[in-house]
């Protein structure tokens, strides 16, 4: 797929995630379902490779790299979810957009990679339109509850900022794209299943089509194709212009809900999606090209991979969204 095709399939797919996410919440803890859907999407990624004949093997070395990446994400999806449980996914949409400018901050100070105005004005400018879209939220803001809850979803933004770096540097080495997704994956879902008990929950699971479909969804379209478009952007064109999927995400849910929903669109909502379109503009179209040298994968094709870097489930993380008129759940950050 095309760069754009591949910023489009992973836009939408996280846009949706929401519907699917709302089935998992209930009787079983969200780090079980968590763990339950990467392990489902790490061994599909697995069984397609045996079908493809393609070898996953790594070096003990790129193991720790992968599990550097599976601890990140699962930081990012663990705190995403606790900070849904303390504040509502409109303020979680606000606190994850804060990715753009940990990714930002991070490829500078571990690759640096130049900042330029193009990409500064526009993460900006995308970070002010969550503000506008969200803008109830934000006004109503306050509690400790509140403050934790804002703490939470700026922890799992820069997890999944790291995670980002990381998949950052796994692609200048050149790794696949199958062989970074499926090994991380596996590795997320190990973190997660100690996680459960650890954050004082029980695992279960629910035998409903409900829950069974929706998990399904997640790990083989929320996860496998998503985050396999998603990964080969960062490689493409930097996880600091990738992660404006982060940013996206919770616009395409609110489109979604108005026609499923019935949501009602107000002037600060409107105004906030222009500005997200603009800053998307300015990323993505700017004069300021920030690829770097092209390096050569394992199956010998070149991939490019920009200096530049950037959660969030998303999913990579999603609750309620309260409006003026009506409650929705958008996907948040990339807990998808």
């Known amino acids: 797929m095309s760069t754009a095709q591949q910023f489009v399939v992973a836009t939408l797919i996280w846009g949706t995630t929401w519907i699917a996410i709302t089935f998992q919440l209930g009787n079983v803890a969200p780090e079980a379902s968590v763990a339950y859907r990467f392990l489902l999407a790490g061994t599909a990624l697995f069984l397609w490779a045996h079908f493809k004949g393609e070898s996953l093997r790594i070096s003990r070395r790129q193991h ?42 991070l490829s500078r100070w571990l690759f640096g990679s130049p900042i330029s105005r193009e990409l500064s004005i526009g993460a900006g400018l995308g970070v002010a339109g969550i503000v506008l879209v969200f803008w109830p939220e934000v006004a109503a803001f306050s509690g400790r509850d509140g403050t934790l809850g804002v703490a939470f979803a700026l922890i799992g933004s820069f997890g999944a900022a790291c995670a980002n770096q990381v998949a950052m540097r796994n692609a200048k080495e050149g790794l696949p794209v199958l062989t970074t997704n499926a090994w991380w994956m596996l590795w997320c879902a190990g973190f997660m299943f100690v996680a459960v008990p650890l954050s004082g929950a029980q695992f279960g699971f629910e035998w409903s089509a409900g829950y069974l479909l929706s998990l399904l969804y997640l790990a083989i379209f929320g996860s496998v194709i998503a985050f396999s478009c998603y990964i080969a952007l960062v490689g493409k064109i ?88 009506t409650t929705i759940k958008p996907a948040t950050g990339l807990a998808r």
């Open 64 to 105: 720790g790299w992968m599990a550097l990446l599976g601890l990140f994400y699962a930081v990012n999806y663990a705190f995403i979810y606790r900070a849904e449980m303390q504040i509502s996914s409109g303020l979680v949409a606000v606190a994850g957009s804060a990715m753009l400018l940990f990714n930002i901050m």
């Open 238 to 325: 930097g996880a600091a212009r990738a992660s404006y999927i982060a940013v996206l995400t919770p616009i395409v849910a609110l489109i979604i809900s108005t026609f499923f929903e019935d949501m009602q669109w107000h002037v600060s909502s409107v105004a906030g999606v222009l500005l997200i379109g603009l800053g998307q503009f300015l990323i993505l179209h700017g004069r300021s090209k920030l690829a770097a040298a092209p390096v050569t994968s394992t199956a010998g094709k070149a991939v490019n991979s920009p200096a530049n870097n950037s959660a969030n489930d998303s999913e990579k993380k999603t609750a309620s969204v309260t409006t003026s008129s």
